[in-house]
């Protein structure tokens, strides 16, 4: 086997792991390099002091501590592309993992609505809602004959009723009628009475001549 080889671990075949491992593994690499960026942002910011420190004072010192700026600047950045390309990686794998459970689920939901079916096919539906129409309509037809009313009276002509039901109710419109117009009319009051005797007028001419004649034929005689 190569050094190649056994750096890279191809002599021997790995199990393949699990996209729940392959997951972890990336988040416990993402852990590590964000470790490393806050160590190098650190090692930045004191390399920064070092040049501002020294400046004109020691020239070589100064420039000293901003190579090694630039450089950490650089392993930094490399960092930072780093755990893009893990975090898109380690997202990737998550998407996937979400995608092949949902197929998983709607293989087993197709299978379920399969076997649920498999003794079913659309003739068997339509007899079996036919006989369910043809008992509901014997179910009704029961229900309306032990509603019916009994066959007594069943021989009275129902004209002859009519009749006489619209004779009665005629004489009770009449009736109405009747006592409606004793409401209507009037009543008259007669004037009552006098309980005094009326004072006596005076006597007519045909009286005051039978008197005279009477006077007369007295002092003739």
Do not use: C
Not at 89 to 118: C, D, H, S, W
Not at 142 to 163: N, Y
């Amino acid at each position: 086997m190569s050094g190649l080889g056994r750096l890279f671990g191809r002599g021997k075949k790995e199990k393949e792991p699990t996209p729940e491992e392959a997951i972890q593994k990336l988040k416990d690499t993402e852990k590590i390099l964000i470790k490393k960026q806050e160590f190098l942002e650190q090692k930045i910011q004191q390399e920064l002091q070092t040049a501002k420190k020294h400046g004109t004072k020691n020239k070589r010192a100064a420039l000293q501590a901003l190579r090694r700026k630039k450089r950490l600047e650089q392993q930094l950045a490399q960092t930072d592309g780093t755990l893009s390309t893990l975090e898109f990686q380690r997202e990737a794998i998550e998407n996937a993992t979400t995608n092949a459970e949902v197929l998983r689920t709607m293989e087993l939901a197709a299978r379920g609505m399969k076997k649920a079916y498999q003794d079913m096919d659309i003739d068997k539906v339509d007899e079996l809602m036919a006989d369910i129409t043809e008992q509901q309509e014997v179910a009704q037809q029961i229900s309306d004959a032990i509603s019916r009313p009994l066959g007594f009276g069943d021989d009275v002509d129902e004209d002859e009723l009519l009749e006489e039901l619209e004779e009665l109710e005629q004489e009770e419109l009449a009736r109405e009628l009747l006592n409606v117009d004793k409401e209507e009319e009037p009543s008259i009051k007669l004037p009552s009475v006098p309980s005094t005797h009326l004072p006596a007028g005076p006597a007519s001419k045909v009286d005051e001549d039978e008197a005279a004649l009477k006077q007369l034929a007295e002092w003739v005689s």
